[in-house]
């Protein structure tokens, strides 16, 4: 069958007027909007669909020389082209994702999520994510005003000789500790209050309340606990210490290029001195392996040069890492609050249920002595249903018979209920 011929069958009368006239590999115009629906379909304007990672991100951008700032939108591939990031890293930055803390060190980059603080951190600037996070809204925009006025105001009264790389994550480290120290503070002020009043007074809601109180400390307690973990793999790690050291980086790759471009200049020098005395030689085999040789004495003075930066290195680790084991007694320090409140809790909780216990024995032990008592009361009822048959009875003629029947039964009862009370406190059901 014609392939012409097929596509007319399948295609409706209105497609096949659209196909027909705007050829095979025209696109065709959207309907007006007043036009229906009818056979001609659904019209979907995907001109405004926002394409999934595509867009551009508002950045602000703090100069690390000057400590000017501006705002910038750049978008997600630019920003992987221009410092070398993959894109996962770029997706720890997205409010649009939950992601745990995460400090990264990368070649050309230091990329930070902590808490609502979410910057990339170069030798030369740091460029910090300024969109409003869902979940935070107008708050996160104030923590990143705040920190951006911070650490212009370390750039310029800049008092130890600190990297760029390092006052930029020492403020995001600040900002981070402090926010969840001031949580937890909250969250403490919170729970030991409702923990006493529900000590006092056991009831639906207050237990209800401290559900919700454990729920938050178990949530922040996670955040928490990342951070730290964060700051201990990175002071356990030199490598990744190290990756960190973006401005020494630099420095040496710099000095490393004005090495060889002597090098390329004395070369050349050479190049042409023996060209133009020695005549002889050949122009043709001369020139490799002067090149060879340029390029072997450079490759030793890099070399060189790089172990001399990373023996200086070895101390400026020390550094960084004093650096980063002062916020991580802060963040001990907070967790170390939280495990404790967590902990009282815990005592509050079983406190809670040793009392609940009681109540719950005390209202078996009363439902014991109702069972009991309402078997005693029962032989009454037997004694009476007796006495109520319609048929005589020789007792029934006997003076004071009623009265002896009921001093009987009565005494009857008391027996077997002392009897049952006897039982009780022999098997220790409870204690009487």
Known sequence: MDLDHLKDRLLLPSSRAAA?????????AAPAAGAGGGAGGVSIDVNGLKRRGGGRRSWVRVDAATGAAEAVEVAKPALMRRLDLPARDLRLLDPLFVYPSAILGRERAVVCNLERVRCI??????????????????AAEEAVRRYVDELQRRLVDRADDLPFEFIALEIALEAACSFLDSQAIELEAEAYPLLDELTAKISTLNLERVRRLKSKLVALTRRVQKVRDEIEQLMDDDGDMAEMYLTEKKMRMEASLLDDEDLQGIGNNNNGFSTSVSAPVSPVSTPPAFRRLDKEYSFARSRHSSFKSSDSSQYNIEELEMLL???????????????SLKEYIDDTEDFINIQLDNVRNQ????????????FVVT??????????????VALFSVPHAFEWTLAVTGVFGAVVFCCFLWYFRKRRFFPL
Do not use: C, W
């Open 363 to 374: 209202l078996i032990q009363f439902e014991l002595l109702l069972t009991t008592a309402t």
């Open 379 to 392: 032989i009454f009822a037997v004694v009476s249903g007796v006495f109520g048959m319609n048929f005589e």
């Open 20 to 28: 027909s006239a705007n050829g095979p590999h025209q696109r065709r």
């Open 325 to 339: 084991e002062a916020y991580f007694v802060v963040i001990d320090y907070t967790l170390s609050k939280l495990t």
């Open 121 to 138: 951190i170069t030798a030369d600037e740091a460029l910090v994510l300024r969109e409003q996070d869902p979940a935070g809204g107008a």
